[in-house]
Nanobody, 118 residues
């Protein structure tokens, strides 16, 4: 079984930065891609960013383009989300996910809280 563990969340003022990490462990881990999602109180979970595990292509939700950067370290089975110029509307629980196929996201982390104060 694959386990994903996030870290790096916290409280930051608007305009500040945070870096989230997600480390994968367990049996042989060979994802197609890893990504980040977020869920704010009272809202549906939404896609934030994803990165392909082999080629490194990245994808972003429109509201975070130019502010967030996703990256991965294949040797460490870790994906990162660098978040700059944070806004109060970025406040949410951020979860990482991994997919073994293109069909769906197979594994999820427990989430880490990001709170941006105005």
């Amino acid at each position: 079984q694959v386990q994903l563990v996030e870290s790096g969340g916290g409280l930051v003022q608007a305009g500040g930065s945070l870096r989230l990490s997600c480390a994968a462990s367990g049996r042989t881990f060979s994802p197609v891609a890893m990504g980040w999602f977020r869920q704010a109180p009272g809202k549906e979970r939404e896609f934030v960013a994803a990165v392909s595990w082999s080629g490194g292509s990245s994808y972003y939700e429109d509201s975070v383009k130019g502010r967030f950067t996703i990256s991965r370290d294949n040797a460490k089975n870790t994906v990162y989300l660098q978040m700059n110029s944070l806004k109060p509307e970025d406040t949410a629980v951020y979860s990482c996910a991994a997919r073994q196929t293109v069909a769906h996201w197979d594994y999820w982390g427990q989430g880490t809280q990001v709170t941006v104060s105005s």
